[in-house]
């Protein structure tokens, strides 16, 4: 299976998928594309002789559907049979979650169906929970909804602040999206649940 991974920063969880593809996984990457050149996941890639693509969205200055014209338009480019979003901050239509339905997949720092959206970790404190975690799901219209195919929990310990909470769940998500890669691209979609 071809996997093109969509980023818009650092992109850990990106080079964590593409070193998790090696000679005998079911998937190799075709494409790294960000929503900006600043993305510092696009040098990441390069190193790892990935191809690398920009589709910058502020050019279609809040126009959603002339954005998703271009990267739809771009990504077809590479033939991918996934896509995988990972911290990708775009927020797709359903126009463009319908051309990939079935095919795409996200990762997102929270214990779905809790804290969907942004700044999951400081929500997560401020509600006193005693655990978090991250979770990767099929990507559906709804945001942060779809099929569920993965979580990873962690410990919120005393003290915590949503950076280390962060970094705690962020050290898991590199865990888990590898794990979750490998099966779908499988055809396995039996979710993975760590520990
Ligand atoms: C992180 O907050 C991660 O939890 C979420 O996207 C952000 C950036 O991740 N998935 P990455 O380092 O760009 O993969």
């Keep these: 299976k071809r996997v093109a991974i969509l980023i818009s920063g650092g992109g850990s969880n990106m080079v964590s998928l593409v070193d998790s593809m090696g000679e005998d996984h079911p998937a190799m990457p075709v494409l790294v594309l960000a929503n900006g050149a600043e993305a510092g996941g696009l040098e990441k890639a390069r190193a790892r002789g990935v191809e690398t693509a920009v589709v910058d969205h502020r050019p279609h200055k809040g126009d959603r559907a002339s954005f998703e014209e271009a990267l739809h338009a771009r990504i077809c480019e590479a033939q991918p049979d996934i896509l995988c979003l990972a911290g990708f901050m775009r927020v797709l239509t359903e126009g463009f979650v319908r051309r990939w339905d079935g095919r795409m ?58 950076a280390t909470l962060a970094a705690r769940v962020l050290a898991q998500e590199h865990i888990l999206y590898p794990q979750v890669l490998r099966r779908f691209a499988a055809g396995d979609k039996t979710p993975v649940f760590l520990p």
């Design 105 to 162: 997949i996200n990762i997102h720092p929270s214990l779905l169906p809790k804290y969907t959206g942004l700044n999951t970790h400081a929500r997560a404190l401020a509600a006193g929970d005693t655990e978090a975690g991250c979770s990767v799901h099929e990507v559906t219209a709804e945001l942060d909804a779809g099929p569920l195919l993965g979580q990873a929990r962690v410990p919120v310990e005393p003290g915590d602040t949503p």
